[in-house]
Nanobody
Framework: QVQLVESGGALVQAGDSLRLSCSAS????????MGWFRQAPGKEREFVAA????????YYADSVKGRFTISRDNAKNTMLLQMSGLKPEDTAVYYC??????????????????WGQGTQVTVSS
């Protein structure tokens, strides 16, 4: 069982940077694939970024590639999402997600077993 808690959401202006953090409970954090998803009002939850447990390979949605960076610190049971060049269309509730490491795609929302409560990011123009 893993419990996830996001933090770092805020109201920022277009072009600003922001860092989200996901803190995980449990002693097996290092064996979990981790991901970030987001949900804007009236839209479905969508993939943002993910990092694999073993290789550390990272994956990004095309809409954030080059602007967002996902990272993890297994010693601290923490995952980060560094966001730069924020745009109004990045406005959403951002969710941290986890699953036991496996070789299947990291982009599918249905692949994840554990979710945080979300943190609001609002980007004003």
């Amino acid at each position: 069982q893993v419990q996830l808690v996001e933090s770092g959401g805020a109201l920022v202006q277009a072009g600003d940077s922001l860092r989200l953090s996901c803190s995980a409970s449990g002693r097996t954090f290092s064996t979990y694939d981790m991901g970030w998803f987001r949900q804007a009002p009236g839209k479905e939850r969508e993939f943002v970024a993910a990092v694999r447990w073993n290789s550390g390979l990272t994956y990004y949605a095309d809409s954030v590639k080059g602007r967002f960076t996902i990272s993890r610190d297994n010693a601290k049971n923490t995952m980060l999402l560094q966001m730069s060049g924020l745009k109004p269309e990045d406005t959403a509730v951002y969710y941290c997600a986890a699953r036991l490491g496996r070789s299947t795609t990291t982009r599918d929302i249905n692949e994840y077993d554990y979710w945080g409560q979300g943190t609001q990011v609002t980007v004003s123009s």
